[in-house]
């Protein structure tokens, strides 16, 4: 007996059929983010609908929902890995195609927290953005946005263990 919030099996369930019952809803979990992740992209490229025009539910916030999509459009089902978990394709849906292989072989490989596959991650966008920084010529001190200060030190303390440092010049 099943209902939206509850599943019920009858006390006289053999063992083997709640086994394979039970690995079978896992299964059906670990790709059910995927599946609603496609139909939503589906759904607004066949049809350019959004989501709160054709979704009534209270499971998922819009926000939710555009994230899916959005992770769905981003990394093509060639890169996508059933041994890792949704959240890290999530994580590295903002990437390069050819750096999101990279790191999901690498959390296939070594499987790792979200949190800390994002703290990789963001290691990794900073690090690639120092080295754009570099790359390009240093604008004048009345370019620079409001949040960057420029100053003085000794490159030899640098880099500080807490980061603080993004860039030296």
């Given at each position: 007996e099943r209902g939206p919030t509850y599943l019920k099996f009858s006390p006289d369930t053999p063992?083997?059929?709640w086994r394979e019952f039970t690995k079978a809803l896992i299964g059906a979990g670990k790709r059910v983010s995927w599946w609603i992740a496609d139909a939503l992209a589906f759904g607004?490229?066949?049809?350019?609908?959004?989501?709160?025009?054709?979704?009534?539910t209270d499971a998922y916030t819009y926000d939710s929902?555009?994230?899916?999509?959005?992770?769905?459009?981003?990394?093509?089902?060639?890169?996508?890995?059933?041994?890792v978990p949704f959240s890290h394709h999530a994580e590295v849906a903002s990437l390069a195609p050819d750096v999101q292989d990279v790191f999901l072989?690498?959390?296939?490989?070594?499987?790792?927290?979200?949190q800390e596959f994002r703290e990789e991650i963001k290691t990794f966008k900073e690090d690639l953005?120092?080295?754009?920084?570099?790359a390009a010529p240093v604008p004048e001190p009345d370019r620079l946005p409001l949040n960057v200060r420029v100053l003085e030190?000794?490159?030899?303390?640098?880099?500080?263990e807490d980061r603080s440092v993004h860039?030296?010049?």
């Open positions: 063992e083997e059929e607004e490229a066949a049809y350019g609908e959004r989501y709160t025009q054709v979704l009534d929902l555009r994230n899916l999509a959005t992770i769905s459009r981003k990394v093509a089902v060639s890169r996508r890995r059933d041994t072989a690498r959390a296939e490989m070594s499987p790792v927290p979200r953005a120092r080295e754009l920084a570099l030190a000794d490159a030899r303390a640098m880099p500080h860039l030296v010049v």
